[in-house]
């Protein structure tokens, strides 16, 4: 439908912002595989909801604000904010309402942040691996 009405033509427009859907694709896998490992760390599923919800949407922003902004904490543990878990995928693939207030915002994955997302991923998967070993299912 946007193909027909649009000025451009050609595939080159439709493939030149694919890197996103590919990070999408890493964020979502990421954090599913951190929703699996917890799961298989915590056996009730009621638990392993709300423990999610509020680690995402609760802890983990107040944690990260609270060591950028708290006057007493060393300069290395408030650059490390970056490396917390939902917190970098948040930073995978930012948020773009600054565009519509006129203001620059990264239109690139990069690839530190790929990196890291990279990295939880090994982790949870290496955790959600080693659980399931020690189980033995």
Avoid at 20 to 40: G, R
Avoid at 52 to 67: K, S
Wanted: proline content about 6%.
């Amino acid at each position: 439908m946007g193909g027909l009405y649009s000025n451009e033509e050609g595939y080159p427009y439709v493939l030149q912002s694919l890197d996103f859907v590919l990070a999408y694709f890493l964020v979502l896998l990421t954090y599913l595989s951190f929703c699996f490992w917890i799961t298989l760390l915590i056996p009730k599923a009621g638990l392993v909801i709300v423990g999610l919800f509020l680690y995402t949407i609760m802890f983990e922003p107040f944690l990260g604000i609270f060591l950028e902004n708290f006057p007493h904490v060393y300069d290395t543990i408030r650059s490390s904010v970056s490396l917390l878990p939902v917190r970098s995928l948040y930073n995978l693939i930012p948020v773009p309402f600054p565009k519509y207030f006129l203001r620059e915002f990264q239109e690139y994955v990069g690839i530190r942040e790929t990196v890291i997302v990279l990295g939880w991923l090994a982790v949870n998967l290496g955790l959600s691996y080693f659980i399931l070993k020690k189980k033995d299912w």
